[in-house]
């Protein structure tokens, strides 16, 4: 069963006060302290994607990850990208997953990905980078990572 698309959740939601699922939510329910600097549309798509992953396909799960991304979620966007995205080609999604989980602190995780990559895929740039930025921040934190978390 598909739920509404995220597109269309993000039309509905744009400049509506904020309520989920007909109930009255307050701008601190379910979410963590970095979630409170969100813009409040944003705020209000990371619960959709909570309340809603189990139903998201492929392609909602890639734009709402990338979506999510560039407005300030990026351990939402790791999140609803973690094991759905393949690591043996070069894809947005991958890139997405990489990039997100990087920008969220998932060292443990962003290393696994990165370890994970075919010999051809890690020598790209943008891969090649990411590993790099990666062993800098583990580096920084010796204590094993700057996020356990993955």
Same mark, same amino acid.
Request: aromatic content about 4%; proline content about 7%.
């Given at each position: 069963?598909?739920?509404?698309?995220?597109?269309?959740?993000?039309?509905?939601r744009?400049?509506?006060?904020?309520?989920?699922?007909?109930?009255?939510?307050? %701008?601190?329910?379910?979410?963590? %302290? $970095?979630?409170?600097?969100?813009?409040?549309?944003?705020?209000?798509?990371?619960?959709y994607?909570?309340?809603?992953?189990?139903?998201?396909?492929? #392609?909602?799960?890639?734009?709402?990850?990338?979506?999510?991304?560039?407005?300030? @979620? %990026?351990?939402?966007?790791?999140?609803?990208?973690?094991?759905?995205?393949?690591?043996?080609? $070069?894809?947005?999604?991958?890139?997405?997953?990489?990039?997100?989980? =990087? #920008?969220?602190?998932?060292?443990?995780?962003?290393?696994?990905?990165?370890? #994970?990559?075919?010999? @051809? =895929?890690?020598?790209?740039?943008?891969?090649?980078?990411?590993? @790099?930025?990666?062993? #800098?921040? =583990?580096?920084?934190? %010796?204590?094993? @990572?700057?996020?356990?978390r993955?």
């Open positions: 069963m598909r739920c509404c698309s995220p597109t269309a959740f993000l039309q509905k744009k400049g509506r006060p904020t309520a989920f699922g007909g109930k009255r939510l307050s %701008p601190c329910d379910g979410e963590v %302290p $970095d979630e409170r600097s969100l813009a409040p549309h944003v705020r209000e798509l990371v619960r994607v909570r309340h809603n992953e189990s139903k998201l396909d492929f #392609a909602d799960r890639v734009m709402l990850g990338q979506y999510l991304e560039r407005h300030g @979620a %990026p351990e939402t966007a790791s999140n609803v990208l973690h094991g759905h995205v393949a690591v043996d080609r $070069d894809t947005p999604g991958l890139r997405c997953y990489v990039s997100s989980s =990087i #920008a969220a602190g998932l060292s443990v995780r962003s290393r696994a990905n990165l370890g #994970a990559l075919p010999a @051809a =895929i890690a020598r790209i740039p943008f891969y090649v980078q990411a590993a @790099a930025t990666t062993q #800098a921040t =583990i580096a920084r934190h %010796p204590s094993g @990572a700057q996020n356990h993955h």
